[in-house]
């Protein structure tokens, strides 16, 4: 899907974080919630997901997990473009099933 010349992307984030002292499951708390309160929604454990318009709005959103990482475990975060995205293969048991469909956009004329 292409929204005025721009190719529109996901980014996935994966983490995996300590929680082994209250301080560190409040820092894995802080940064889930940050994440869905920024639009992105769970996968998988650990694993959070979101579609972006295009490659601009696609920075905002890394920059803004770039600010709330927190000081022990790690993270990671993957852009990926539409088509990329499509050539997942997503098996439930043995049985494979279609990735996550982007959200419908909304275009202003």
């Known amino acids: ?13 994966f983490f995996d974080l300590p929680t082994d002292t209250k301080q560190a499951r409040r ?6 919630k940050s994440l869905l309160e920024d639009g ?3 996968m998988q454990y650990s694993v ?13 959103h890394t920059q803004r997990i ?7 475990g790690e993270v990671r975060i993957f852009v990926s473009t539409d088509k990329q995205f499509e050539r997942m293969e997503v098996f439930h048991g043995k049985r ?14």
Not at 96 to 109: A, G, S
């Open 1 to 13: 899907m292409q929204i005025s010349g721009y190719r529109s992307m996901w980014i996935l984030v």
């Open 27 to 32: 820092q894995y708390t802080d940064f889930r």
């Open 40 to 42: 992105f929604f769970m």
């Open 48 to 60: 959070y997901i979101r579609h972006c318009a295009s490659k601009e709005n696609t920075s905002v």
């Open 66 to 72: 770039r600010c709330n990482v927190p000081p022990d």
């Open 96 to 109: 494979r099933v279609k990735t996550e469909d982007p959200p419908l956009q909304l275009e202003l004329f």
